[in-house]
């Protein structure tokens, strides 16, 4: 590859539905004067990369290259592009393009993720309607407004899984102002869970841990969550109910749970879906009125989160706990989460 003259780029695509991906080649769009070209060094597993090849979710738009915790160097930019030295090490997430000027009424409220004109790092279409493809390659061109530079005491590696996973989980932490004495539930000790004990502790929460599995409990601990609760134990349940601020749904967890999640908060707590659920939820409005709970969600971070987000971890020595398989592996390492035997994030090595 020569810096500046990337005519081709090589990645792994899915092609269709299904957990494989194969080599597939592509032509960049023209190099902006507001762009970057990216060498990628790791890219991080999201679970919207394995939704997205199986067309779990919406229409898949094949061959798709996906993978949106992208870490690299930056090898070449356009010649409006200041904030950013050739060299650099930069992250890009799941959103590469919006108008980011205030304009839209997303944008001004600083959610550019729901912008009208957001292109995401993958299975999105340009303006130009040239399709975006994502990190499970070589090199990546995106606006220089969606690259964030590393932190240099934050391991590069370990970085990959900030850019989607801990921002999602921390953005609405931010937004709803958790604070230092709030008692915060998370449900799902995975690769979002994990890392939303650590940012809810680190901002002085009061972190209860759910789970299925009693192995985790001593890695949830450590992680820094004040408790743990082992949902197929009805005590530990009973023991806390009523008593949440805020509980963070990071997994798929079933329907008719929703219902029981509510007995777990104070009055005007806030249940908070970082996942979405097979099926439809359904509540009597009573419910709501009893307990004046609220049920809402959050999607990705916006620039100014994500930057906050990578400042936060770097101050608090945020980390994910993460698996490494290389790029030429890249359908092991799809079966392996799929399985839901990773621990808890899995990164891809170029």
């Keep these: 590859m020569v810096e500046g003259k990337i005519n081709e780029i090589h990645g792994w695509a ?42 779990e979710w919406e229409s898949t738009s094949y061959p798709a290259i996906v993978g949106h915790e992208i870490i690299g160097k930056i090898v070449t930019k356009g010649e409006k592009v200041t904030e950013f030295s050739e060299g650099d090490v930069v992250g890009i997430g799941a959103q590469v393009y919006g108008c980011l000027q205030g304009k839209c009424q997303a944008c001004s409220h600083g959610l550019d993720p729901h912008c009208p ?27 220089a407004s969606y690259a964030f530079k590393i932190p240099s005491s934050i391991d590069p590696v370990h970085a990959a899984p900030l850019m989607c996973a801990g921002t999602t989980v921390f953005a609405p932490m931010l937004r ?3 604070k230092k004495g709030d008692r915060v539930g998370v449900v799902g000790i995975g690769g979002l869970g994990h890392l939303a004990i650590q940012y809810a502790s680190a901002l002085g929460a ?64 806030q249940v ?33 989160i994500i930057k906050e987000a990578l400042s936060f971890a770097d101050k608090h020595n945020i980390r994910p706990i993460i698996e490494r398989y290389p790029l030429s592996e890249v359908n092991a390492a799809l079966k392996h989460m799929d399985d839901g035997k990773a621990r808890y994030r899995i990164v891809l090595i170029h």
């Design 14 to 55: 899915a092609m269709k539905p299904g957990l494989t991906v194969k080599p597939y080649t592509y032509k960049p769009r023209p190099l902006g004067e507001h762009n970057i070209e990216v060498k990628i060094e790791y890219t991080g597993i999201c679970g919207s990369d394995l939704h997205t090849i199986k067309e």
């Design 176 to 178: 709803k102002g958790v």
């Design 206 to 269: 009061e972190v209860i841990a759910f789970s299925h599995s009693p192995s985790k409990r001593e890695q949830c601990l450590k992680l820094g969550a004040s408790k743990f609760v082992d949902t197929s134990n009805k005590d530990d349940v009973d023991a806390v109910r009523h008593t949440l601020k805020y509980l963070f749904i990071t997994s798929n967890a079933k329907t008719n749970q929703y219902n029981d999640y509510i007995t777990w908060m104070d009055f005007e707590g």
């Design 272 to 304: 908070v879906l970082l996942s979405i659920p097979e099926g439809t939820l359904s509540f009597k409005p009573a419910e709501f009125v009893r307990t004046e709970v609220a049920i809402t969600g959050s999607m990705i971070g916006g620039v100014n």
């Design 117 to 143: 004109k957001a292109v995401y790092t993958y299975n999105s279409k340009y303006p130009d309607g040239q399709q975006a493809q994502g990190g499970y390659a070589d090199a990546v061109r995106v606006d």
